[in-house]
């Protein structure tokens, strides 16, 4: 082992980092914002690639802007995915547990009727399709866009919530639905905004991960689990989501280049469990109490 093979997996790690927490983000703000637990947040990841699918083959729109039409894609389904069910269950999370994991069976089912079990793939720009040299890493241009995009959304996420009207409405929420009640703030439109807006990232997670690895209906189970873990360690909260991220990811970096990819992932999970079993509110536990 020599400085310069640790300091490539740290570069790794930071890119393995980003993939898992672009997965956490839109689960983060559902999670955060009403305490429901969405079961069906890797099917929204899926119906993101596949609507990506869709734009470029069917219609012909460049890859850079599916992103923004994918967001608006999956967030009108969160929409209505809100508006038609979670708006009943808030107050019996396991009801939602069970109702949202019925409604992933019934998107993946659904896709796989409309575009069947065989593969998609997405194009993206040749540019993407190069490497370029960190240190001895040779690093996808790609992997450098979703560092970057997730870059981006953390810092618009970070300025709704904490520079925005908005913002101060769903915190009010979060903290004392009554008491927010009381000052004229709709709870069910804060709730329908931020749902819709959680399952919107979640179609950007999409289309990004369509192209990092093979578009089916099933890919959406392979997100959930690291997005789950991320925004249960971190606590609920956005700066928990990106430091839990960051620091899973750079340990399984590490550990992978001590030992391999799979026990790396072993050992990560273990210590996840040892960590919620001496702190089970998260690394940064949620300021006040939801009601």
């Not at 979703?146 to 929420?173: E, N, S």
């Amino acid at each position: 082992m020599d400085l310069g093979s640790l300091l490539n997996a740290l570069i790794l790690g930071v890119s393995i980092a980003s993939i898992w927490l672009i997965a956490a983000l839109g689960l983060t703000i559902i999670y955060g914002t009403a305490g429901v637990i969405n079961m069906a947040h890797g099917e929204l990841i899926m119906l993101g690639a596949y609507s990506s699918y869709m734009l470029q083959f069917y219609l012909g729109v460049p890859y850079l802007l599916c992103l923004p039409v994918s967001f608006v894609i999956v967030a009108l389904v969160g929409l209505a995915l809100e508006r038609g069910l979670i708006r009943y269950l808030y107050k019996r999370p396991l009801d939602t547990l069970l109702a949202t994991y019925g409604v992933s069976l019934v998107l993946m089912q659904g896709v796989r009727l409309i575009f069947g079990s065989d593969p998609k793939y997405l194009a993206v720009p040749e540019i993407f399709q190069s490497n370029v040299m960190l240190g001895s890493v040779s690093l996808s241009v790609f992997r450098i866009v979703v560092l970057l995009v997730t870059a981006l959304l953390v810092l618009a996420l970070w300025l709704l919530f904490y520079k925005t009207r908005f913002g101060i409405q769903v915190r009010a929420v979060m903290q004392d639905k009554e008491m927010a009640a009381s000052f004229g703030i709709n709870s069910s439109r804060i709730y329908m905004m931020t749902f819709a807006l959680g399952a919107g990232l979640a179609g950007v997670a999409g289309a990004l991960f369509g192209v990092l690895a093979i578009v089916l209906p099933t890919m959406g189970a392979s997100y959930v689990v690291q997005a789950f873990l991320m925004v249960v360690v971190g606590g609920g909260s956005l700066a928990g989501s990106v430091v839990a991220s960051g620091v899973t990811g750079e340990l399984q970096s590490v550990f992978a280049f001590f030992t391999n990819d799979t026990l790396a992932r072993f050992i990560i999970f273990v210590l996840i469990v040892v960590f919620l079993r001496f702190r089970p509110q998260g690394l940064f536990a949620q300021a006040g109490a939801r009601r």
